[in-house]
């Protein structure tokens, strides 16, 4: 088979690219995804503006990857469908500051700062709510606010509170670049649905195309090099292996496995290749600096007057974004969520899920072996940096001054065991029932029920009173956000910390190139869908601008 480009990986940034590169009549375009469609029919726990289960339905995700955060090893659920993170995730769509972008340019990723940036941002979007220089009022993705009818008691009483406390609330969290609590936005069409890019991006206009393919199903195995150029892929078809032979391959595979993809080709650390008998090709620091946001979260019980109304309704409504003094303006991001999980005990339960927003922990990826079905070992190496912990310390200390007028406040982070109670299933059913009723009618036992089966005796007034027994709690509980980002580094040519030119291409290969959140330098101080779909919409264009594109 051949095609003129070649996309591995159906996600975020492949969806975009897909669409993008193939409006030029005279480029043959091929996407392959590992996982399926979600078209003719699209799932209603997808479709849903209530993100909360759509992670849990394993054929959405990666079975068997896991992670290390700080000392513990835990599955990291990465989406495995068409459409990628923006299938799954939960839709929330900021940009992160202008000084991101601006220390991307710094770093080496020459032609990335803010002014060049936004243009792209505002392309992606049509803002609802907002219009004027920083806005988009014309692209396929949607953005909203939720309205005073949709936001939870919860939510608005702790941004009034917060605003009590000296954090203003603000109207635009995609505008100026300042500290407060803002009502989030929220990637949601017209008709309250997700937006996944695969829909939106993948019309059924643009999917009818003829010079663009699409494969889902079919992994991908391994690059095709001939001597340092890249000619292709093999993939994996129901027949058995398939090889598609391009002019340019793409890898939009997300940031564990786009590196994964290249170390396997012997594009990577040298001697960590060697000692897994991978003859290199380029020498690259590919799957250094890898990056993501460690969270952490305090929860509140709700009684019934402060639950969410409608069921179906978006849960993370406020987001609270203060500066901790370690680093820039809005260094620390606080989801308000109206409720911590899809099902009866999650809607009992407000939070605020901390994360730090501009980290400096690094972490590093590497092969576990040469087997393309074998995950990759990744390790976060979280809190590493003194300052991230010192941030997540704080943030329970604040977090439980913001929370003070609700009866029983608690620590708590999505880990394995919160994981495990909120799959679907009968068993579980019954239990989250039983729990539910207990919670409801437990009156004054009630703070010592969720201490003993919620928090396994841990109380947040025990935390406060011993700095060694908070450190321990953050050390042993904190997580991420899924924004593994990084791996594959923009910079210079001669810059060693670099895997890939500014436009994606990667350095000492030609005809390859990563497009993903594998390319951010730094972390963005925000989720990082829509800085990827950033990057994807950008190098689209400069490939299009190519004379030595066919």
């Avoid at 995804?33 to 849990?56: H, K, V, W």
């Avoid at 799959?423 to 029932?433: F, H, I, K, V």
Wanted: glycine share 12%; charged share 20%; net charge positive.
């Amino acid at each position: 088979m051949r095609t003129d480009v070649l996309i591995l990986g159906g996600g975020s940034a492949g969806c975009v690219l897909a669409a993008r590169l193939s409006e030029d009549p005279r480029l043959t375009v091929t996407l392959v995804e590992a996982g399926r469609d979600i078209l003719p029919d699209t799932p209603p726990e997808i479709a849903s503006r209530y993100p909360g289960r759509a992670y849990l339905d394993p054929r959405n995700i990666w079975q068997g990857l896991s992670a290390r955060y700080a000392g513990a090893q835990r599955r990291y659920e990465q989406a495995r469908i068409l459409g990628g993170g923006s299938a799954i995730n939960a839709l929330m769509s900021n940009r992160g500051a202008p000084a991101d972008y601006d220390e991307w340019a710094a770093l080496g990723a020459d032609g990335w700062d803010w002014n060049a940036v936004l243009p792209y941002f505002r392309k992606l979007e049509a803002d609802r709510d907002f219009t004027g220089p920083m806005h988009g009022d014309s692209g396929p993705l949607k953005i909203r606010r939720p309205d005073d009818a949709a936001l939870s008691p919860f939510v608005a009483g702790v941004m009034r509170t917060l605003d009590r406390q000296g954090h203003p609330t603000r109207p635009d969290q995609n505008g100026p670049w300042q500290d407060g609590t803002f009502r989030g936005a929220v990637g949601q069409s017209d008709n309250g649905t997700r937006q996944p890019t695969s829909l939106v991006w993948l019309t059924p206009q643009v999917r009818a195309r003829p010079n663009l393919r699409i494969l889902c199903d079919h992994p991908a195995r391994r690059l095709l090099l001939d001597g340092r150029r890249v000619i292709g892929a093999e993939i994996t078809a129901l027949s058995g292996p398939l090889q598609i032979h391009a002019t340019r391959t793409i890898l939009s595979m997300g940031a564990i496995h786009s590196p994964a993809m290249l170390l396997r080709a012997g594009i990577g650390p040298a001697a960590d290749l060697q000692a897994l008998g991978i003859s290199p090709a380029a020498d690259l620091p590919v799957g250094r600096n890898l990056m993501e946001h460690p969270s952490i979260a305090i929860g509140a019980w709700l009684p019934p007057a402060l639950r969410v109304r409608d069921d179906g309704e978006h849960h993370e409504q406020g987001v609270w974004r203060y500066s901790s003094g370690l680093a820039g303006t809005g260094d620390m991001h606080g989801a308000i969520l109206s409720r911590s999980g899809w099902h009866s005990v999650g809607q009992r339960i407000g939070s605020i899920f901390f994360w730090v927003n501009k980290s400096f922990s690094r972490g590093q990826l590497r092969l576990s072996s040469a087997d393309p079905q074998a995950e990759p070992l990744v390790d976060f190496n979280m809190l590493s940096d003194p300052r991230d912990l010192q941030r997540l310390k704080d943030a329970i200390r604040i977090g439980a001054q913001a929370l003070s007028g609700h009866k029983t406040v608690f620590p708590t982070s999505y880990t394995p065991r919160v994981a495990r109670v909120a799959a679907p299933g009968r068993w579980n059913a019954l239990q989250r029932g039983a729990l539910s009723a207990l919670l409801d009618g437990a009156g004054p036992l009630r703070a010592g029920l969720i201490h003993a089966l919620i928090t396994q005796g841990v109380t947040l007034r025990s935390l406060l009173a011993d700095d060694a027994a908070l450190e321990s709690f953050v050390r042993a509980n904190v997580g991420g956000t899924w924004h593994c980002s990084g791996t594959c580094r923009m910079g210079g040519a001669g810059d060693p910390a670099a895997v890939t030119g500014p436009d994606g291409a990667v350095h000492g290969i030609a005809g390859l190139h990563v497009v993903d959140a594998s390319l951010m330098p730094s972390i963005p101080c925000a989720n990082t869908n829509i800085p990827t779909i950033m990057l994807a919409e950008r190098i689209a264009d400069m490939l299009k601008a190519r004379a030595s594109l066919p």
